[in-house]
């Protein structure tokens, strides 16, 4: 079969698997990406080994109230499919139904006007309804766990449990060497052993000099749209690691954080 040029094999089972475009498959094939089943059978499963969230759990009497607020409008005789029996009850996908729907879905690119009709439907929908999160923002723990375990994913997917490492900026190294060098430090970086990766919280550290505890970070300008979020991060990183942490910003301005007792 010849593919096409946005198709490639998965190395695992021999699935073709078709990608929004050539560009998308070339990066695929080069990670020696798994298709979706693959990387998510057995041992590469999230939910491996591990009981089921609700097993031996029941529903709060509040818990069921709220559920049934939120479909009270398509419960009962308002659900569509209310005193009709399913055309599929007792029935069964044969094997070739299965893949007949596999094969015309695959590669199926979604119309501009079915998207237009989606979007629609969506936005007269939560003119009346409440979105399940509004209102709500994740906690740090939750934050913390959610990067943990994406990291986790990926590294089961793509890299087959090995360490990865993120991307990183060739031109910060020179900076950080050179502070290192006139500030008497030895930094562990992406080009001197790795970045340093502390699994508890999920980061990478630009440069980390383990014997004298420090952390060092090379700010690029787009860090001032993301001011919050690298607030956050070093505080966690500071608490944690009772590390001092040095800023270097892209414009040459430095900035020391000193771990407080």
């Known amino acids: 079969m010849e593919l096409k040029e946005n198709e490639k094999y998965c ?22 990406s798994l298709c ?19 097993k031996n759990k029941k529903l709060t009497n509040e818990h069921k109230e709220k559920i049934k607020k939120n479909h009270a409008d398509v419960s009962g005789n308002k659900n569509p499919m209310f005193g009709k029996e399913s055309a599929m009850k007792g ?17 199926k690119i979604v119309s501009k006007e079915t998207k237009e009709k989606i979007s629609k439907i969506k936005i007269e929908y939560y003119k009346t309804h409440d979105g399940a999160t509004l209102g709500k923002k994740h906690s740090d723990e939750a934050k913390n766990k959610m990067r943990i375990s994406a990291i986790k994913r990926i ?23 050179d502070y290192a060098k006139k500030n008497n430090f030895n930094f562990v970086h992406a080009e001197n052993e790795g970045e340093y ?5 999920g980061y990478w550290l630009d440069g980390y000099d383990i014997e004298k505890n420090t952390a060092i970070e090379f700010n690029e300008k787009y860090h001032k749209y993301i001011k919050d979020k690298d607030i956050e991060r070093r505080k966690n990183i500071i608490n944690f690691l009772k590390c001092d942490f040095i800023i270097i910003n892209e414009d040459g301005t430095i900035n020391i954080l000193k771990y407080d007792n």
Do not use: W
């Not at 699935?15 to 080069?30: G, L, Q, R």
């Open 11 to 32: 190395p695992k089972c021999g699935k073709v698997i078709t990608f929004y475009n050539k560009y998308k498959a070339i990066i695929s094939i080069k990670n020696g």
């Open 197 to 201: 990766y502390i699994n508890e919280l």
């Open 91 to 107: 029935k069964k996908h044969t094997k070739d139904a299965i893949e007949k729907i596999s094969k015309g879905n695959k590669g």
């Open 36 to 54: 979706k089943n693959c990387c998510r059978k057995g041992e590469k499963n999230p939910m491996f080994g591990k009981p089921g969230y609700f």
């Open 155 to 177: 590294s089961k997917c793509k890299f087959d449990n090995n360490q990865f490492y993120p991307c990183y900026n060739k031109k910060s190294i020179s900076i950080i060497e």
